[in-house]
Every structure is written in C-alpha cells, then in structure tokens.
C-alpha cells in the first residue's frame, strides 16, 4: 500500500487549500481513511475521517465546518477541502488508511498505512 499526499502550499489567513491523497495497493472503498496534523513541536493529531463508502464523516471540534472530507473511491483518491484557513491550522498533514475497516475511525492507532505528508503553511 502506498499514499501520496499533495496539495499544501503556503497561503494567507481566510484562504483555501485542497489536499489530495491517491492510494495505490488498496482497492478503494475498502477501507476507512483518515487526515491527521503535526505542528512544529507537537503530537500528530486527528483532523477527519471518512469511512469506506465515503458517506459518513467525522472532524475534530477545532476543523468541524471548515474542513471537509471526501473520497472517489473510482479513483482511489481520498480530499480535504481546507476553507478558512487559519494561522493554527499551520501543520505537515498527513493522509492515512484502515485497512481492517471501512468505519470510520478518529484514532491514529487504528490507522495502518501512512501518507509522506505535505506541507501547509497559513500567514498572518
């Protein structure tokens, strides 16, 4: 299973970005996939999941209707539509998959296979 992650960028506060991560070795739809964040000296944290159908999602209080989350299960591809950024939301995101479920799950434990990261930089 590979995960290559695109999209980040460098933008000013208000902006929008679109993340994109297409998945290889893994047949789309079967699994659950997941977004997570770290900051420069932080944890990696939980940023949105969405489950194998695409259909049910789940976001972290601080993204929640700004954020959302999407997947082309034709394509293999799972998105995040990053609107209203804002300086907080600066991070190395990273895509990751479930393999062992198509629910969604918020938990980095449960996630399998991890994308590079890419780079999202929000100025002030």
């Known amino acids: 299973v590979q995960l290559q992650a695109s999209g980040g960028g460098l933008v000013q506060v208000g902006s929008s970005l679109r993340l994109s991560c297409a998945a290889s070795g893994i047949t789309g739809g079967s699994f659950a996939a997941g977004w997570f964040r770290q900051a420069p000296g932080k944890e990696r944290e939980f940023v949105a999941t969405v489950s194998g159908t695409g259909i049910n999602t789940y976001y972290a209080d601080s993204v929640k209707g700004r954020f959302t989350i999407s997947r082309d299960n034709a394509a293999n591809t799972v998105s995040l539509q990053m609107d209203d950024l804002r300086p907080e939301d600066t991070a190395v995101y990273y895509c990751?998959?479930?393999?062992?479920?198509?629910?969604?799950?918020?938990?980095?434990?449960?996630?399998?296979?991890w994308g590079q990261g890419t780079l999202v930089t929000v100025s002030s």
């Open positions: 990751a998959v479930d393999v062992n479920s198509r629910w969604y799950t918020p938990h980095l434990r449960d996630y399998d296979y």
